[in-house]
């Protein structure tokens, strides 16, 4: 099982980036405040228990609490930024994404494994 692991600090996120390079890494957007949010946390969780900690590692930013890591994420990746996402990295760079609704257990698998 994956774990999920929050990113807090610009280092937290410079270190993922270039973890990237290595292995997939799943970047998680959650807003604390919204219920669409916790239905796709709720659904992310789900998913995240059925996958190999090798597969890829979960990280999740907070968006109201860690906004501007969340934003240099966005600026970074050239991925708009949206609350809830999901952004699959491998190699510095997006491969995929997802938001709101769409973020499904099935779809954060299918991603990773694709």
Known sequence: MAALTELTT??????????????????????????????????????VKEINETEAEFLFVKVIESRPVSQKIADDIA????SPQ??????????????????TKQAI?????S
């Not at 991925?79 to 949206?82: A, F, P, S």
């Not at 999901?86 to 973020?103: C, E, G, P």
């Not at 698998?109 to 494994?113: D, G, L, P, S, T």
């Open 86 to 103: 999901a952004i699959l990295i491998k190699n510095k760079k997006a491969v995929w994404n997802t938001s709101h609704s769409d973020i």
């Open 10 to 47: 610009m280092e937290d996120w410079e270190h993922t980036l270039e973890k990237s390079n290595e292995q997939a890494v799943m970047i998680i957007k959650h807003s604390t405040a919204c219920p669409i949010s916790a239905e796709a946390w709720e659904e992310v969780q789900a998913g």
């Open 79 to 82: 991925i708009k930024h949206e």
């Open 109 to 113: 698998q299918n991603a990773v494994r």
